[in-house]
């Protein structure tokens, strides 16, 4: 089983920066591990539904992005760390959300959809004020 912790939340002005970071653990069922599988970030505000906001492929080469994102959010990967980024810059009042890192364990490349995330972390709060 995949386990997914993620760190780096916080409260930021808007303009500001953070760096997302979820740590993966653990085996699929058919044994795969965490270079082998995309990965993603969705995030969810009060009162609304999970959205997505970018993914990557699992050697990194295949990035993809929500078009609320596009420009100022970056995700990348470290394969040796088995550790996903998300590197958010300009952040804006809107941004404000728990974000989650996901697993796609059964596709290399990048997905934008929630069931197609098979496992989740516990989220990190991302708070921007005005």
């Known amino acids: 089983q995949v386990q997914l912790v993620e760190s780096g939340g916080g409260l930021v002005q808007a303009g500001g920066s953070l760096r997302l970071s979820c740590v993966a653990s653990?085996?699929?069922?058919?044994?795969?591990?965490?270079?082998?599988?995309?990965m993603g970030w969705f995030r969810q505000a009060p009162g609304k539904e999970r959205e997505f906001v970018a993914a990557?492929?699992?050697?990194?080469?295949?990035?993809y992005y929500a078009d609320s994102v596009k420009g100022r959010f970056t995700i990348s990967r470290d394969n040796a760390k088995n550790t996903v980024y998300l590197q958010m810059n300009s952040l804006k009042p809107e941004d404000t959300a728990v974000y989650y890192c996901?697993?796609?364990?059964?596709?290399?490349?990048?997905?934008?959809?929630?069931?197609?995330?098979?496992?989740w972390g516990q989220g990190t709060q991302v708070t921007v004020s005005s």
């Open positions: 996901a697993a796609a364990t059964a596709y290399y490349g990048a997905r934008n959809h929630v069931d197609e995330y098979d496992s």
């Open positions: 990557i492929s699992w050697n990194g080469a295949g990035t």
């Open positions: 653990g085996r699929t069922s058919g044994g795969r591990t965490f270079g082998n599988y995309a």
